[in-house]
């Protein structure tokens, strides 16, 4: 409740502040409405000029004069975000206490990334996006992305107690060539600094590369020391992404006592950089030594550092690179310490900081044991069809020699002694062509592998020979995946799979149902913001704790997993919940929904990866299925519960949303991987059915803040919704195709029905769900060359943004993004996103770009118009009015892309240009002068990016006494 009063506050702040500026304990605030970025001398000739109030410019120049102590400045641009600045001139410099915060533009979420854009393409070197004067102590910048700002800091501080958080910064500061000075994403040149929840160089997901072509961050003392400064934080999202910047991601200059603490810094030119000069008393951080890491046995790492440190540990791909935060422990007096921890990685690196704060570079990587790949002793053999007896049964025990129609085999057998050949897949085997001839081999185990490999290789009967991996988990089952209850994990094979992912938290799943107890406590942390269509307001909570349903459904599909033993675990593995409540307080059927599709609708506009939906009806609807096409179209997946008719003799019949074009259609299975007896089905001519899961007896989470074992394929769908989310976290690029196809492509097909019916026929689809080879499948999806871009349409010398989009198991190693701009300049990259493009002479242009991964290879091909752009005056508009009356004047703009900016006269006197125009064509209303006729001129349109036409459109209407309608 507090938290929702605090939200009100900030509302009713941003909504006062439309009109004018709200001054509070001595603080103003400003809100920040447009995106355009008039000439600073709009401002100075006329600080209320309309072109620039509502701009960022406008709002930082009039926070700098503000009496005020400090000033916020917020943000409430109106539509969709995310909003781009695109800057045309330098921003001022604060000089003042001013707070900057992004995260105050209505739909911010911290998970999706900024919400408002800065972008420094226009600007010219040396224009840093924000610079605190030393006036400007203890200012703040929130929320912001900050990109494309060449030779310039997106942020520089020369004062002290400033916080910058939970910022983004992309392509961010260099070197001109022949000028001597460098800039970086973040320089801090004064005390108390505190730097969190910040991603530089790269996306939310840390897979993209914007670096900043310098330092990231870089902390130096001048006239102010630049001591005592915080980068991180051990909070949830306090800690910083830094990567891919050309120099160190962090250096600390002539300063001290700084914490570094707990981020992730990788693929940059260093890690952690402390200058260190002649003249000790000038060393970063005093020249704090790193530890040295010793040993790792048995998940135990030990090392060695000064008495007392405070020792974190990360895992890292080699020296430099912190990848990922692991754990903190603490030197003892003499220096030693150790920590238990586990990482993927092939490599630990650490960090330790004084009792002064003083943080170390990061140590020299440690490499950790590499554990036996293969099985000693063992291959796998499968002989051609043609060949059935080309090996055959054989145990030393009971057999005198062995049997084989492959020459030099009895040889080679004697020497590697071979003392057993078996059929690999004993039960499938028999009956399978694919699975009929492969064998296993045993022999003595110190003979080499490779040896027997390469002789059975050489063998035209052999399809091939191959040493046997050693399969491990990667990841220790979560400590609440002990209790019992929880049988559908274990037959899914849940725990394989999260030994390859296990951290789906930037996945969220929509559930639309009756309602959702956010407060749960095995569902709190993962639940985020979600809406009460059906009531049309933010609380998705229950009414009472007999509204179960949706809470239970939450459970199965993303409760909190790995928290201390306690209560569930999901599949998912801390997907993000997002609640969408679809039934009135006020409806007392248990059993019914109100207008579910509004809920589907919240979710798409609310950035659902996943949307979950156990409920459905007999009878189709062709309004639902046009939601669920654009649910598909914006990349999402659909889940949905097949019903519970199973004993109604109609059980097979089509069930919707279910059977509706690109939902995932779920059936329930039981313990014993059979049919739910009350699961719906299909049969020859209803193939509907898409997969099936546990449904039947699942503990999970309730609305009276405990757990209960419910049963339904309402139960199976959150179950498959999970799946797919872990699935997403491993391939984030992949479609919902393609995550469908391997979900349904992995399937365990030994499920059966113990009522009679016919199952030949996919009446229980391809079978029930296996996480562990759903998981595997994906790294096995080919590409699929895709891209967009910001404008399709320019003018010549335009610049114009490639963005990759490509589908499929993407990025892994040894990806390549080919990129060719025919005309363009420049005319190729082989960068996944490359710098803008532009082509200088009016034509249609080809853009093409060939991704190439381990999988395979595809090419895209799209077209670029450059031209300029053309106004028209639309036919019919008013000639005449009567007085008093309004006329209309109708603009296409053709060629050019919003948002637009008109200038037009009113017989002759210019009249202040209409800015941030989004409809096309565009209406201008008027009202002409009585009694006479008006002359309205459009002299010019300009368009994005910055692209002017001028025009000579001239409407001349009238307007006179009369009793009349408008004459067209």
């Not at 459905?616 to 949905?640: H, M």
């Not at 900016?901 to 002068?929: E, W």
């Amino acid at each position: 409740m507090k938290k929702l009063q605090i939200q009100k506050k900030v509302l009713g702040l941003m909504l006062l502040s439309l009109v004018f500026n709200v001054s509070l304990q001595g603080q103003d605030t400003i809100t920040v409405t447009k995106t355009t970025d008039p000439d600073p001398w709009v401002y100075l000739n006329n600080p209320e000029d309309p072109e620039v109030v509502g701009t960022l410019q406008y709002a930082i120049r009039t926070a700098n004069n503000s009496p005020a102590d400090a000033v916020v400045i917020v943000f409430n641009i109106p539509g969709l975000g995310p909003h781009v600045i695109y800057l045309n001139n330098y921003l001022p410099a604060l000089t003042k206490p001013i707070t900057i915060d992004g995260s105050t533009q209505p739909g911010y979420n911290y998970n999706n990334g900024p919400s408002i854009i800065i972008d420094g393409t226009n600007v010219p070197i040396y224009s840093h996006c924000f610079n605190f004067t030393s006036y400007a102590d203890s200012g703040k910048v929130i929320g912001i992305h900050i990109r494309n700002f060449w030779a310039s800091n997106g942020v520089m501080v020369f004062t002290g107690n400033i916080t910058i958080k939970d910022c983004m910064f992309w392509n961010v500061g260099g070197q001109e060539p022949g000028y001597p000075w460098r800039d970086m994403g973040i320089y801090i040149a004064g005390p108390n600094a505190i730097l969190q929840g910040n991603i530089i160089g790269t996306d939310i997901s840390g897979t993209q590369n914007h670096g900043c072509p310098a330092e990231a961050v870089y902390v130096q003392s001048q006239w102010l020391r630049a001591d005592n400064c915080i980068i991180g934080g051990s909070v949830q999202n306090e800690s910083n992404l830094i990567a891919n910047s050309g120099w160190s991601g962090i250096t600390i200059d002539n300063a001290k006592y700084n914490k570094i603490t707990r981020n992730r810094i990788y693929n940059n030119g260093g890690g952690i950089n402390l200058v260190l000069t002649v003249d000790t008393q000038y060393w970063g951080n005093e020249g704090k030594t790193a530890p040295i890491i010793t040993s790792t046995t048995n998940n135990t790492i030990s090392g060695t550092s000064a008495p007392n440190d405070i020792i974190e540990i990360f895992g890292s791909t080699g020296n430099e690179n912190a990848n990922e935060y692991l754990t903190t422990t603490v030197a003892d007096s003499s220096g030693s310490w150790t920590a238990q921890t586990t990482t993927t990685y092939p490599n630990v690196i650490a960090t330790g900081t004084d009792g002064s704060n003083n943080t170390s570079a990061l140590s020299i990587a440690f490499q950790l044991p590499q554990p036996e790949r293969f099985e000693k002793g063992e291959i796998f053999v499968k002989t051609k069809d043609d060949y059935p007896f080309a090996i055959m049964d054989y145990d030393s025990s009971t057999s005198i020699s062995i049997q084989s129609f492959i020459i030099g085999f009895d040889s080679i057998s004697q020497v590697s002694g071979i003392n057993k050949i078996e059929r690999t897949f004993k039960i499938l085997g028999p009956t399978s062509d694919r699975l009929r001839n492969i064998f296993t081999i045993y022999f003595n185990k110190d003979y080499p592998a490779d040896s027997l490999v390469s002789f059975l290789n050489s063998k035209n009967e052999v399809l091939y020979a191959e040493k046997v991996p050693i399969y491990r988990l990667y990841q220790i089952p979560p400590s609440d995946y002990s209790n019992y209850n929880l049988w559908h994990l274990d037959i899914i094979d849940a725990p394989l799979a999260w030994g390859i992912v296990s951290n789906s938290s930037g996945v969220k799943i929509a559930v639309v149902d009756d309602a959702v107890k956010v407060d749960h406590p095995d569902l709190a942390i993962n639940v985020i913001s979600g809406y009460d269509v059906a009531d049309d307001d933010i609380y998705p909570d229950p009414l009472n704790s007999t509204i179960t349903h949706g809470t239970h459904v939450s459970g199965i599909a993303g409760g909190m997993t790995d928290n201390s033993g306690f209560g569930i675990a999901s599949i998912s593995y801390n997907a993000k919940i997002i609640p969408v409540k679809s039934k009135r307080d006020d409806n007392t059927n248990p059993e019914t929904l109100d207008q579910p599709w509004l809920g589907v609708q919240w979710a798409i506009h609310n950035d659902a990866d996943i949307i979950n939906m156990s409920w459905g009806s007999s009878d189709y609807s062709s309004t639902f299925q046009v939601i669920i096409d654009e649910a598909y179209e914006k990349g999402i997946i659909l889940v949905d519960a097949a019903g519970n008719d199973g004993l109604n003799p109609a059980a097979h019949e089509f069930h919707y949303p279910a059977a509706c074009d690109h939902v995932i259609a779920v059936g329930s299975s039981n313990e014993l991987d059979q049919r739910s007896y009350f699961s719906c089905y299909g049969d020859a001519t209803h193939d509907w059915i898409h997969v099936m899961a546990p449904g039947s007896n699942i503990w999970s989470t309730t609305a009276d803040g405990s757990f209960a074992s419910l049963s339904g394929t309402s139960q199976a769908a959150p179950l498959v919704s999970g799946l797919c989310a872990l699935m997403l976290s491993r391939c984030p690029t992949c479609t919902p195709d393609q995550i469908e196809n391997c979900l349904v492509s992995t399937c365990n097909t030994t499920i059966y029905d113990n009522s009679g019916i016919d199952i030949s026929s996919h009446a229980l689809g391809a079978g029930r769900i296996d996480a562990d080879d759903a998981i595997h499948c994906l790294e096995s999806v080919p590409p699929v060359a895709q891209f967009s871009s910001n404008y399709t349409v320019v003018c010549p010398g335009g610049p114009i943004q490639f963005i990759d989009e490509s589908t499929g198991y993407l990025p892994i190693p040894g990806t390549t993004w080919e990129w060719t701009f025919s005309g363009g300049t420049p005319g190729s990259s082989s960068s996944q996103n490359p710098s803008p493009v532009t082509f200088s002479s009016p034509g249609s242009y080809t853009v093409t770009l060939e991704v190439t991964t381990v999988n395979g290879y595809s090419i895209y091909t799209s077209n670029i118009i450059v031209t300029y752009p053309s106004v028209t005056l639309v036919t019919p508009y008013t000639a005449e009015v009567c007085d008093g009356n309004q006329g209309y004047i109708v603009i296409q703009i053709d060629n050019s892309n919003p948002p637009y900016t008109i200038n037009y006269s009113i017989n002759g006197a210019s009249q202040p240009a209409i800015t941030d125009i989004l409809q096309n064509p565009y209406v201008l209303v008027v009202t002409p002068a009585p009694g006479s006729t008006t002359t309205y001129s459009v002299t010019s349109v300009t368009g994005m990016p910055a692209c002017t036409v001028n025009t000579s459109i001239n409407v001349s209407i009238t307007s006179a006494l009369c009793d009349c309608e408008p004459k067209y």
